[in-house]
């Protein structure tokens, strides 16, 4: 009790109040003095304290309420019914009143019907204030079902179903009825509803009919395995879920006749409910729980029914489903389901729309900034529900290879290729897009379906599809790519015999490969072309052919197989064939097979392990293989063919035993010296001074000794006999001091004491060496240069100059030696000094060549040094080198060129003393022969001197007297000579036998080939001794006389090459000429 309230409490929930059912009383009437109960717990009478009232409170109703699609009708009231919206709450109530009090009710698109017992009250309840009461029945028996739609009515009466219009036509006019069964006597009927057009019933024996209320005829018939108990029809009828006697439940498909069982069903079925907004769902009720459900109409393989629970993603991206139910309050029972929104009637009657949701849909809804998880779930569950566009732009959030995976694969099992394209894409699969592309083109179903099984592996099921298809022979090509020959087989005999042959051999092959040989052998045989006429064919017969060989060979059929495969010729055929034999020691027969397969080595293996020379030795020039060759001379050695073993030694490269048969068989030992010479075989020198010793060779036994590491031996050997010589060419520059201090000694007591010196200084025992170098004078100096030069030692340098100088023996040596040595220390400036004055000296004399062959040496000496070059050396090589040319010119016939030459010594003329008359001479016959009449008068006068004329050749003295005596009558014309632009500046006017341009004050190079200056356009230079000439004259000299004027080196024609660009070589030039030389 309490101050004008009343409180209820649940017994069976801890005694917590139910808040919902609070009484607030008037306040008053101050408070409550008394509460009953009436029996049945539906009425509770409040006494209260002030005036005697008495208030009486209906506490439960009956749970009465039905849908149809998002209307839901309750009892509100003992004699009220309520229609409400079970999706949008705002629209408005339709309230109903009856006379009495329902037992059960109806709900149409636009009626509802009431009734208890055998009466039926019909009302129109389109809209709130409409609502009459149309049409009211009475029927023969207790009403057990009734169900409407829009037009019809639906009664279930002890057996048997009364179907008439809800609405008489007219005042007065009762609706026709129609009854079923129309026999009298059958009352089998146990259950019916009306669904869209159709009036759906089952019979207890399990028959399901379909009649058209458009067509008014039964439209289908299904029989069912069980009787009926229940059944639960979507709100067009197009699917049904039938419940039958022993507690299964079936999911029916009128359009394609399709009845699937509906797995993991409850242990009792309460109640099926179809989704109102998702014609694929239904939940199953037990009274406690809802297990969801969804229909798959077009799936890989057919029809399918799954349950809904929890989600994940399996490895290859196909969806794992844990069934899950969702529980509902204890009393309530589900009315209507709307995309996974649930509405439950409580106990007392009153309809929940709170919100509710079944866990498969509790994420279904994508929100805006939901964490990944969730979002994960959401896609989960929209690809569950085959709502691939939701899903599709939930992937699109998500973006992982995974998810797109996920959603290629479950659109294909779902046949939707165009949803797989778009997921593939987004992998990116491009492989599986253009499967797809090309898949998008079958339009039979089954065959699709065959295709898309054999992608995820499942190779039963597309069998099965494929051979249900108008393609039956995929299922063949299938197993072929499998290699799953027996059932290709099968196949094959059944709709493809003329794919027989191909498929026996492939099988054929497998089998060999397994160790069938027998099965093997068999299909080798049965697919066997009768007809080869094409080259196919041919091809197909003779790989037949091969595996009949080869398995005849391995089931001991030797000569079967031996035969085919020599007729046959095939390389690979005879190895494989080959390789049997072999394993079964059929060496001979093997051995021919590998010979055909071009195995000759092998085939020569085998002949030799058979014992088989003859037939070995044609293939030995084939064989590369030393081992085989060297079996196969030891075979030949013990025969005595000693020729052909030492050949078959060669050929394996095994030079020790090819000396020891040119040795000890052969008796061709100069052919045994050089082998172990080339290979510098240690054993085969053994063998070699062995032989040697015997033969008294000691030169050669020394030698050999040596090669084979017997130093000591071949040391004292060549003590013994005086033949150190040949011991020191086989030791050569070996780094082994002691050793050539030994040879040194030895020398010494021998007093050859060059000798001595030089294997001393290898042993840098420099002291010593230089000792005994001068002990034999000036013909061992250069060795003694050579020696210093390498010492570097301050005090053998000043002993050397002592001697060359003749300081210690009084005895002046060649000035070349001293030039030698301060090259050699690289004191370059000293020697260019020596060599300036040793070329003058044989100037003197009238050496030319020696003075310009040592000028040139010492100026590419310089060169190659990377040092400036003496002017005064440059200057004496061009005068030196101007005279020689002279000679060629002339008699070339270039008589200007060589009158200026001469000009060019004839202002050095002091240079040459031995020869100046015959020089000037020559100057004046050229100039004379040039027209230079100026020059030649000129050098003619200095002739008539006194101290020159008695000088002068008889045959000359005459023509230089007139020249001289005519030049003072006669006016000559002046000689102009040719000019052309300086190298460096450009310079005109330039005569082309001045080197120095008084422009720029460079030197210009002079060409080799005329002395002259070498001109821009007009460069090449010697292979030899690099230096400038003329292109066009140097060409001249390649083809006139082969040889540079200069080095005097060899010159071809093609050869010279003219330089297109002369920068560097000018810059090179002055580079030269101007850095200040330095020692070193």
């Known amino acids: ?198 009036l759906i019933y089952a019979h207890s024996n399990g028959h399901l009919q379909y009649y058209s209320l458009a067509d008014g005829t039964e439209v289908n018939e299904f029989r069912h395995t069980a009787g009926l108990r229940a059944i639960y029809p979507n709100h067009a009828g197009t699917r049904v879920v039938m419940v039958d006697q022993i507690g299964g439940a079936y999911l029916y498909n009128p359009v394609n006749d399709d009845c699937l069982a509906v797995p993991d069903v409850p242990g009792s079925i309460e109640k099926v409910v179809w989704d109102a907004a998702d014609a694929t769902v239904f939940v199953i009720s037990d009274g406690t729980s809802l297990f969801p459900y969804v229909y798959t109409q077009v799936a890989v393989g057919g029809s399918m029914v799954r349950r809904l629970g929890n989600l994940s993603l399996g490895t290859n991206g196909e969806l794992l489903i844990d069934p899950v139910a969702t529980p509902i309050p204890h009393g309530h029972s589900i009315v209507m389901l709307y995309d996974g929104s649930i509405c439950t009637q409580t106990p007392s009657g009153v309809i929940s729309t709170q919100g509710a949701r079944l866990k498969s849909h509790d994420n279904l809804l994508r929100v805006p900034g939901d964490p990944a998880d969730r979002e994960q779930q959401c896609f989960l569950q929209n690809l569950s529900l085959n709502r691939f566009v939701a899903a599709f732009k939930v992937a699109v959030a998500l973006d992982s290879k995974e998810v797109w995976m996920a959603l290629g694969r479950r659109a294909l099992e779902c046949l939707d290729i165009a949803s797989a394209m778009k997921a593939y894409r987004q992998v990116p699969s491009p492989g599986m897009v253009q499967f797809l592309e090309r898949a998008s083109l079958i339009e039979d179903r089954q065959l699709l379906s065959g295709h898309i099984a054999l992608v995820f592996g499942l190779f039963k099921d597309a069998q099965s599809l494929f051979l249900s298809s108008c393609q039956p022979e995929a299922a063949l090509d299938m197993n072929c790519d499998l290699m799953q020959w027996d059932q290709a087989l099968h196949l094959a005999r059944s709709f493809a015999p003329n794919r027989l042959p191909d498929i026996l051999l492939k099988s054929a092959v497998q089998l060999e490969a397994k160790g069938e040989k027998h099965v093997a052998l068999q299909h080798y045989e049965q697919a066997l072309l009768p007809e080869a006429n094409d080259k196919e064919a041919q091809t197909h017969n003779n790989l037949c052919q091969a595996g009949i060989a080869r398995s005849a060979i391995q089931l001991g059929d030797l000569a079967r197989g031996v035969t085919i495969a020599k007729q046959l010729r095939d390389e690979r055929l005879c190895k494989d064939c080959a390789a049997s034999l072999e394993s079964m020691k059929q060496f001979t027969e093997a051995a021919e097979l590998y010979e055909m397969a071009g195995l000759f080595e092998k085939a020569a293996a085998l002949h030799i392990q058979d014992l088989n020379f003859e037939a070995a030795a044609p293939l030995m020039k084939k064989v590369s293989t030393p081992k085989l060759h060297q079996q196969y001379a030891k075979a030949k050695e013990g025969r005595g063919a000693y020729r052909e073993a030492m050949q078959a030694y060669e050929a394996a490269r095994d030079g020790d035993n090819v000396v020891r048969i040119l040795l000890d068989h052969l008796n061709e030992p100069q052919r045994a010296f050089q082998i172990v010479r080339e290979t510098q075989s240690v054993s085969g020198a053994l063998l070699v001074a062995k032989y040697c010793e015997k033969q008294r060779n000691i030169r050669a036994g020394i030698e050999f000794l040596f090669l084979a590491n017997q130093d000591d031996e071949a040391f004292k050997m060549a003590c013994q006999h005086d033949e150190m010589e040949v011991y020191e060419k086989v030791l050569g520059d070996t780094e082994d001091k002691k050793r050539h201090i030994q040879i040194a000694e030895h020398y010494e007591k021998k007093n050859m004491l060059a000798k001595a010196a030089k294997h001393y200084g290898i042993c840098d025992e420099y002291s010593t060496a230089l000792k005994l170098y001068l002990k034999c004078g000036e013909r061992e100096l250069d060795a003694a240069i050579d020696l210093v030069a390498k010492s570097r030692n301050a005090t053998l340098i000043d002993q050397l100059v002592d001697f060359i100088r003749g300081d210690s023996d009084n005895v002046p040596k060649d000035k070349h030696f001293e030039y030698k040595l ?156 040719n000019t052309a632009p300086c190298a ?97």
């Not at 129109?124 to 037009?151: I, K, M, R």
């Not at 050749?953 to 002046?974: D, L, M, N, T, W």
């Open 822 to 977: 301060q090259y050699a220390l690289g004191n370059f400036l000293h020697a260019v000094g020596i060599a300036l004055m040793i070329a003058q000296r044989e100037e003197e004399a009238g050496n030319y060549k020696a003075a310009h062959a040592l000028l040139l040496k010492t100026y590419r000496d310089l060169e190659s040094q990377k040092l400036g070059v003496p002017m005064d050396l440059w200057r004496q090589l061009m005068i030196l080198h101007s005279y020689i040319l002279v000679k060629r010119l002339v008699k070339n016939g270039d008589h200007t060129n060589a009158a200026l030459m001469l000009l060019r010594v004839a202002q050095n003329i002091q240079r040459f003393p031995a020869h100046m008359v015959p020089i000037l001479t020559s100057v004046v016959i050229e100039c004379q022969r040039a027209g230079i009449k100026d020059q030649a008068r000129e050098y003619a006068c200095v002739l008539m001197r006194p101290e020159n004329r008695s000088l002068i050749a008889e045959q000359y003295k005459r023509k230089i007297e007139s020249i001289v005596r005519k030049g003072a009558a006669s006016q000559a014309e002046p000689f102009s000579e």
């Open 984 to 1080: 460096y500046c450009g310079m005109d006017s330039l005569a082309e036998s001045t080197l120095e341009c008084p422009q720029c004050q460079n030197i210009s190079p002079f060409c080799v080939a005329t002395g002259l200056r070498v001109l821009r356009n007009d460069w090449a230079a010697c292979p030899s001794c690099h230096f400038p000439a003329r292109y066009s004259a140097f060409q001249a000299c390649a083809q006139a006389e082969g040889a540079c004027p200069m080095c005097s080196a060899p010159l071809k024609p093609g050869e010279v090459q003219m330089v297109s660009d002369v920068t560097q070589a000018l810059e090179t030039a002055k580079q030269l000429l101007a850095p200040p030389m330095r020692d070193v």
């Open 1 to 198: 009790q309490g101050v004008a309230m009343v409180k209820m409490v649940s017994m069976v929930d801890n005694y917590k109040e139910i808040t919902g059912e609070r009484l607030t009383l008037r306040p008053e009437e101050l408070r409550v003095q008394q509460l009953h109960w009436s029996n049945d717990g539906q009425l509770l009478t409040v006494g209260m304290e002030r005036g005697g009232a008495l208030h009486c409170y209906l506490t439960k109703l009956s749970a009465l309420a039905t849908a149809c699609e998002t209307r839901i009708v309750y009892l509100s009231s003992l004699r009220e019914m309520t229609i409400i919206d079970g999706v949008n709450q705002e629209l408005p109530k339709i309230v109903l009143s009856t006379d009495v009090e329902p037992a059960f009710v109806a709900l149409g698109p636009k009626h509802c019907a009431v009734g208890m017992n055998n009466r039926v009250w019909f009302y129109s309840c389109v809209t709130p204030g409409s609502c009459e009461l149309v049409n009211e029945q009475e029927y023969v028996g207790s009403v057990e079902v009734v169900s409407l739609n829009a037009t019809h009515a639906s009664v279930l009466i002890e057996g048997r179903v009364y179907l008439h219009s809800i609405e008489p036509k007219g005042p007065g006019v009762a609706p026709e009825t129609m009854i079923f069964p129309e026999k009298e006597d059958e009352r089998s009927i146990s259950c019916a509803t009306i669904a869209g057009i159709f």
